[in-house]
């Protein structure tokens, strides 16, 4: 049986946004990430893994602190704090600014491990300075916000998305699936292997910086 299950949502939000309900099969336990768009379709997929599984989902991941990936932030936190009988906890990047009443708030350093939950965090500042991705810790998946997409990055720091890129994504195992903060792809999800073939802007990263700035102005 494989250790995690990740549930990818088309939430719909600002635009055409993911949110993701994750479970850890071996821990029984799970969390959300970037909550947005429908709150309907997040909290039937946590009933289901609870009721299927007896996963018990007491956290929330926010990539970065952009409107469009946080505002059910604060709806989903209630309810998984009455699910649980206790606080929910979020856990965002060291830089994040977010504030959300009635939880416990975690700004975690880069490569953080949460081995109870079963990822680390990757700091990859560049679409803006709190970026963060996740990364489960059998190197199965990486949740990367508006980092990288199937197809495209987010609108960035030059400089910096290029570091974040071409340390800390590009050298990811070939087989570990980009789960995006967007469905702006032309698949919802690919292999890290798959987007240095067809993302023009990822296989600028391993090119000098100039160059990746050149490949930012085809950035639509």
């Known amino acids: 049986m494989k250790r995690f299950s990740v549930e990818q949502l088309l939430v719909g939000g600002f635009d055409h946004n993911f949110s993701y309900v994750v479970a850890n099969f071996a821990a029984k336990t799970g969390f959300v990430i970037d909550p947005c768009g429908s709150a309907v379709m997040i909290k039937n997929a946590i009933d289901k893994f609870y009721k299927e599984n007896e996963i018990k989902i007491s956290t929330i991941l926010v990539t970065h602190g952009h409107h469009d990936h946080t505002e059910k932030v604060a709806e989903i936190s209630q309810y998984l704090a009455k699910l649980n009988g206790c606080k929910t906890t979020v856990i965002l990047g060291k830089e994040a600014k977010l504030q959300v009443a009635n939880v416990n708030m975690i700004f975690a350093e ?35 916000g508006d980092t990288l997409f199937v197809d495209d990055i987010g609108y960035c720091n030059a400089k910096r998305m290029y570091d974040s890129l071409r340390n800390k994504l590009w050298n990811l195992p070939n087989q570990c699936i980009i789960y995006s903060g967007h469905n702006y792809g032309h ?34």
């Open 110 to 144: 880069d490569q953080h491990e949460f081995k109870d939950l079963g990822f680390k965090v990757l700091a990859t500042p560049g679409h803006t300075n709190d970026a963060v991705c996740f990364l489960l810790d059998d190197d199965s998946a990486v949740f990367t």
């Open 187 to 220: 698949i919802k999800a690919c292999s890290i292997e798959l987007a240095k073939k067809l993302n023009l802007f990822f296989a600028a990263s391993q090119k000098s910086l100039a160059e990746f700035k050149k490949q930012l102005q085809n950035l639509i």
